[in-house]
T-cell receptor, first 113, second 118 residues
Framework: QQQVKQSPQSLIVQKGGISIINCAYENTAFDYFPWYQQFPGKGPALLIA?????SEKKEGRFTISFNKSAKQFSLHIMDSQPGDSATYFCAASSSGSARQLTFGSGTQLTVLP | GAVVSQHPSWVICKSGTSVKIECRSLDFQATTMFWYRQFPKQSLMLMATSNEGSKATYEQGVEKDKFLINHASLTLSTLTVTSAHPEDSSFYIC??????????????FGPGTRLTVL
């Protein structure tokens, strides 16, 4: 019930390509879905987040698509750059849990120059 | 945006010693902070929820006598790894939910502390 399933585990994309990472959840109480970017040896940094009242949110090259009925959400990175190479985590939380995050397993993204 | 700091950023200690890690919210107050442990190439595993003015809540399987948490003020939580052993070597990360100073619902993470126990 608390799991957030993330795929793929690793992703290799050419520079300028589109990177797509998918997540699925089961707990319908989740009402906040952030994506975090983590570089080696660093803490996760918030990239973009969405709430279930919208189906899409775009910030620069990063877009979240959200499908409430399917309980799925995805991160799209347009015009991927080598500097985007990092590990990406999706997460979910509910207002009733003091914003405790449930994380996906992570996706190691490599953008080739 | 809101900033969370951790100190130290890395520490090496001998087996059997205790290590204290500090987590501070620099420009906002946090009645709740979270402590995570992350092993190489793995996701973040929640260890405990630190509550200001009350006892921490530990996740199943986390020894509360080994990982002591003290949330002394609205901007400071500490994690003490007592009698550390090599298997405690990991990357420890804290986070705090944005509230008064941050966007509600957002969690801000510290830069992490790399603990190596020899």
């Amino acid at each position: 019930q608390q799991q957030v399933k993330q795929s793929p585990q690793s992703l290799i994309v050419q520079k300028g390509g589109i990177s797509i990472i998918n997540c699925a959840y089961e707990n319908t109480a989740f009402d906040y879905f952030p994506w975090y970017q983590q570089f080696p040896g660093k803490g996760p940094a918030l990239l973009i987040a969405i709430r279930p009242d919208v189906s899409e949110k775009k910030e620069g090259r990063f877009t979240i698509s959200f499908n409430k009925s399917a309980k799925q959400f995805s991160l799209h990175i347009m015009d991927s750059q080598p500097g985007d190479s990092a590990t990406y985590f999706c997460a979910a939380s509910s207002s009733g849990s003091a914003r405790q995050l449930t994380f996906g397993s992570g996706t190691q993204l490599t953008v080739l120059p | 945006g809101a900033v969370v700091s951790q100190h130290p950023s890395w520490v090496i200690c001998k087996s059997g010693t205790s290590v204290k890690i500090e987590c501070r919210s620099l420009d906002f107050q946090a009645t709740t902070m979270f402590w995570y442990r992350q092993f190489p190439k793995q996701s973040l595993m929640l260890m405990a929820t630190s509550n200001e003015g009350s006892k921490a809540t530990y996740e199943q399987g986390v020894e509360k006598d080994k990982f002591l948490i003290n949330h002394a003020s609205l901007t400071l939580s500490t994690l003490t790894v007592t009698s550390a052993h090599p298997e405690d070597s990991s990357f420890y990360i804290c986070s705090a939910p944005g509230g008064w100073g941050g966007r509600r619902g957002t969690q801000y993470f510290g830069p992490g502390t790399r603990l190596t126990v020899l």
